[in-house]
C-alpha cells in the first residue's frame, strides 16, 4: 500500500513539473502582449466598497482581451491603526468580490504590487494580512513565476517572453536587499533573453501631484533608483499612488505614472484641474517592443485622454520628468 501512494505521489509530482515546464516553455515564446494597468482602487480608509468605475473596468475585459491585468497598488483601503483584523479582511474578501474573481474566472493572469494601503511598511497587521490573502489565492493569479520566494511582496514572472518584477515599494524607502534581489533577476538567463523588463512598484519615483509633493510619498532615492534601471536594463516603471495618469521618460526609462480608478484623482502639480480617473491598455508588439502602444481611458465613458492634453513636464520637489511625446 505505501509503495502504491508513493509511486502515484511520485507521479503526480512529475506530471506538476512537466506541466510547469510546458508553461514556462509558452511565455518565454516572442507573442504580442495586451497588457490592462489598473491603479488604487480604494474608496476611504476602511471601506468594504468601491466607487462604480473599479465594476465598470473590470467589466470591460471580455472587450479588451488582456493577456496580463497588472496592478499599481492599493487595492483595499488599509493604513490605519483603528481598523481591526476582521474589517482589514472583510477588505480583502471585498477585493476579491468585486475584482479578483471576475479576474481569475476569466482566466487572465494578475500581476500585483502592494500599496501604502495595503500593506505599509509600518503597518505589520496590514502587511501579515495582506501576506496571508496573497499566498493563498497565489495559484489563482496564473502567473508563471521566475522567483516566488518573497512573494508577495517582491518576486518575478514572465508573459508572452515580457520579464516582470514587483518590488516592494509600499514606502519611500527600499531596502538594501531588494536592489540586490533585483541585480540577481536582471542578470537570469530568462531576463536577458526576454523583449522586455518591466518593473512594477507602489511609489513613484518622482512627486507630479501637489498632495504627494513631499519626502515619504516618492521614492527616497530617485535619481540613485533610476541609475540603477538603467545600469539594469529595466526598461520601464509602473507606479502608482499619485492618483494622476502621467506618462513620462527620463534618461532612457519609461515612468508610467498610472491614473487611479478608486477615490480621489488629484490635479497635476501646476494644474488646477483634477486629473481623470484613468486605466491603461499597452500594446506590446513581436518586433521593435519597445515601440509600444499605450492608451489611457476614463471609466465609464471609455474616452481616451490625449497626450496632448498632458502637461509637457512636471517639476516636483525632486525633480523634474517630461511626458512620452506619442503613444
Known amino acids: 500500500m505505501k509503495i502504491k501512494v508513493v509511486c502515484l505521489l511520485v507521479l503526480f509530482l512529475s506530471s506538476f513539473t512537466f506541466l510547469e515546464q510546458k508553461s514556462w516553455q509558452a511565455e518565454t515564446k516572442d507573442k504580442p502582449l495586451k497588457i490592462l494597468l489598473i491603479s488604487d482602487l480604494n474608496a476611504a480608509y476602511g471601506s468594504l466598497t468601491y466607487s462604480e468605475d473599479v465594476p465598470a473596468v473590470i467589466g470591460e475585459i471580455g472587450r479588451i482581451k488582456p493577456d496580463i491585468i497588472l496592478c499599481g497598488g492599493d487595492m483595499v483601503a488599509g493604513q490605519k491603526a483603528s481598523l481591526t483584523e476582521q474589517n482589514i479582511k472583510e477588505m480583502w474578501l471585498s477585493f476579491k468580490t468585486t475584482v479578483f474573481n471576475p479576474i481569475t474566472n476569466a482566466k487572465v493572469p494578475f500581476g500585483f504590487t502592494l ?33 516566488a520566494e518573497n512573494y508577495p511582496f517582491y518576486f518575478s514572472y514572465i508573459k508572452n517572453n515580457v520579464f516582470f518584477m514587483s518590488w516592494d515599494a509600499a514606502g519611500a524607502k527600499i531596502k538594501p536587499e531588494l536592489f540586490e534581489w533585483m541585480k540577481v533577476q536582471t542578470n537570469l538567463e530568462v531576463a536577458k533573453k526576454a523583449r522586455m523588463r518591466i518593473l512594477l512598484g507602489h511609489l513613484p519615483l518622482y512627486a507630479i501631484v501637489a498632495a504627494k509633493n513631499k519626502p515619504g ?38 515612468l508610467l505614472n498610472s491614473g487611479c480608478i478608486g477615490d480621489g484623482p488629484r490635479p497635476i502639480l501646476g494644474h488646477s484641474d483634477l486629473a481623470k480617473k484613468a486605466y491603461t491598455v499597452i500594446d ?34 525632486n525633480g523634474v520628468i517630461r511626458r512620452k511625446m506619442t503613444n
Open 115 to 147: 500599496g501604502n494601503h495595503d500593506a505599509s511598511p509600518n503597518f505589520l497587521k496590514d502587511r501579515n494580512i495582506a501576506a496571508e490573502f496573497w499566498k493563498r489565492e497565489k495559484q489563482a493569479t496564473n502567473l508563471t513565476f521566475v522567483d
Open 217 to 254: 510619498e516618492v521614492n527616497s532615492s530617485p535619481d540613485s533608483a533610476l541609475a540603477f534601471f538603467k545600469n539594469h536594463q529595466i526598461d520601464m516603471y509602473i507606479s502608482g499612488h499619485q492618483h494622476a495618469y502621467y506618462p513620462a521618460e527620463k534618461n532612457g526609462v519609461q
Open 284 to 317: 506590446i508588439p513581436v518586433k521593435k517592443p519597445m515601440r509600444f502602444t499605450q492608451k489611457s481611458f476614463i471609466p465609464l465613458s471609455n474616452e481616451e485622454i490625449k497626450l496632448n492634453s498632458l502637461p509637457d513636464s512636471v517639476v516636483g520637489f
